[in-house]
């Protein structure tokens, strides 16, 4: 099931009452608060700007499921901000070191297994003042990253490329986590 949000507040509140749902894909602008249902399995996030306090809340919370989860997260590291001058929305960066000790801390817990941390950078194409022609995304790994854990770029996954492609042009970092949580039950850090 994968859902575009326009109101999140009753949506996140309905999700808990699906208790047969095992795959859920979420593409919101900005983060919102979920209550997960039991049943999930796999959940997958694309969020237009998060910051580190929401990853962080997020993260926590999926880590105190009492279910096995996979979570794929994908989102810009930032804040949309209002720019009053130009009624416009702009986007706030956050320093990535904010996130990256957040992705250590998570690996301290036992139910948590980071199986990626990859930090995207935009780089743009200037041929002259101020015209930016083209950007494109270059890749790097944080930490020790399970290489071996690819396979869910394989399948195409249109809700993905949509947020890709809709990427607020401010936005210059983001990043994608893929996680594995466990029980619980077994350990809390």
């Known amino acids: 099931m994968a859902w575009n ?4 507040e009753t ?5 808990s009452s699906l208790t047969k749902l095992e795959t859920l894909t979420i593409c919101v602008r900005k983060y919102i608060d979920i209550q997960l249902p039991k049943s999930l399995k796999y959940l997958n996030i694309y969020c237009g700007a998060l910051l580190p306090s929401e ?3 997020l993260a926590y919370s999926l880590s105190a499921c009492a279910q096995t989860v996979e979570s794929r997260l994908e989102f ?3 804040e949309f901000t ?3 001058y130009y009624f416009n929305t702009r986007i706030h960066k956050i320093s990535l070191e ?3 000790a957040i992705q250590k801390e998570l690996k301290t817990r036992k139910n ?3 199986k990626r941390f990859q930090i995207f950078d935009r780089i743009r194409t200037i041929y002259w003042e101020d015209v930016i022609t083209s950007s494109t995304w270059s890749v790097h790994d944080i930490g020790c990253v399970n290489d071996n854990y690819q396979d869910d770029d394989i399948v195409k996954d249109d809700p993905y490329i949509k947020f890709v492609s809709r990427m607020d042009n401010g936005t210059i970092n983001r990043i994608s986590m893929r996680l594995l949580i466990t029980q619980a039950s077994i350990s809390l850090s």
């Not at 949000?5 to 999140?8: A, G, I, M, S, T």
């Not at 949506?11 to 999700?15: E, H, V």
């Open 5 to 8: 949000w326009d109101h999140e």
């Open 11 to 15: 949506m996140s509140q309905s999700l």
């Open 55 to 57: 990853l962080r809340k």
């Open 76 to 78: 810009g590291c930032g």
């Open 82 to 84: 209002d720019d009053d």
């Open 98 to 100: 904010e996130y990256i």
């Open 112 to 114: 948590v297994a980071v």
